[in-house]
């Protein structure tokens, strides 16, 4: 399998249109990479592709990604998206794809994500042929019908901790975020993605065990970052995070693993962010990594 990083930040990107943080002013300078809002891509073959959400910067993701780009007149490679949430950063992209024609996309979520996004008329057309939208409840195989996610890759869906969108009323539901298990037939790699959860239950905790590579989320590191900024007046966890730093943070939670964890959807605020910071040293003598935009697994 191959997986690319297309996007790791968390809303806004970095940096933040309206925000002159000093992670912002960093990657504004040059002194500190740019990141666009967070999603990924995997492929069984690096011919065909499945998006792992679909950020409102998918557009720029694609035309920096050659694998991405259309072979022909009115072509793509991508054969649909796999949605972890309904946040406008995972799920805005669907508007920037509008154009698909008579393309087909599959697109796959819980049932709550879905009923949040098509009740948008931006997204709402995807739940209409020629597309075809399909609330994950279980595991998807290869011989799954005319499924494109099911002929090349194996995807197991499964619910953790978290809220749905601002918008959506911020309320923590079963189904507002979704995490993946992805392994191709006849490879023994296995990724989860997993980019938001608000905490680690027994089910997250045994993915991470089992995958191969394990994409978390890393949006804050500490719980009170926002607040110590003067950004905004919510923890972490009001946002449906689990810091990655801090007591009972991830790092603390999972200590040292064999499964190779990469922290993504980073906010603004990370300290993280920074490589010279107490927190991306961590980060580091967890063994843990941290995304960035282009990075390929």
């Known amino acids: 399998m191959i997986l690319r990083i297309l996007g790791s930040a968390a809303g806004g990107g970095v940096p933040q249109w309206n925000c002159a943080c000093a992670n912002c002013a960093a990657a504004r300078t040059g002194k500190a990479p740019r990141r666009t809002q967070s999603g990924a891509a995997v492929s069984a073959d690096g011919n065909r592709w499945i998006l792992l959400n679909c950020s409102p910067d998918i557009g720029a993701q694609i035309e920096a990604y050659d694998a991405l780009l259309p072979k022909a007149v009115r072509e793509t490679p991508i ?3 796999l949605l972890t949430d309904a946040n406008v950063d995972h799920i ?74 601002g918008y959506a009323g911020r309320r923590f539901e079963s189904g507002a ?38 994409i978390l989320d890393g949006t804050f590191f500490s719980g ?3 607040r110590e900024q003067g950004l905004m007046d919510k923890s972490a966890r009001d946002l449906g995070h689990l810091p990655a730093g801090g007591p009972g943070g991830t790092l603390e939670r999972l200590g040292r693993k064999r499964t190779r964890i990469v922290f993504t959807h980073l906010n603004n605020s990370n300290p993280m962010l ?7 040293a961590a980060v580091r003598e967890a063994g843990a990594e941290i995304a960035y935009d282009g990075m390929m697994v």
């Open 177 to 214: 975020v979704t995490a993946y298990e992805i392994t191709a037939p006849n490879h023994n790699e296995r990724i989860l993605f997993a980019p938001v959860f608000a905490d680690i239950d027994d089910a997250l905790a045994e993915a991470i065990d089992r995958a191969t590579v394990a």
């Open 79 to 81: 054969d649909g998206m």
């Open 92 to 165: 805005g992209g669907l508007a920037v794809l509008r154009q698909s024609g008579t393309h087909r996309f599959v697109v796959r979520s819980s049932a709550v994500v879905r009923d949040i996004a098509i009740a948008q008329p931006a997204f709402a057309p995807f739940a209409a042929p020629p597309h075809r939208w399909i609330v994950s409840t279980a595991r998807c195989e290869p011989a799954d019908g005319d499924d494109e996610v099911g002929r090349t890759l194996n995807v197991r869906a499964f619910a953790v901790a978290g809220t749905t969108p």
């Open 274 to 280: 920074d490589p010279d910071s107490d927190a991306a």
């Open 224 to 226: 009170d970052e926002l």
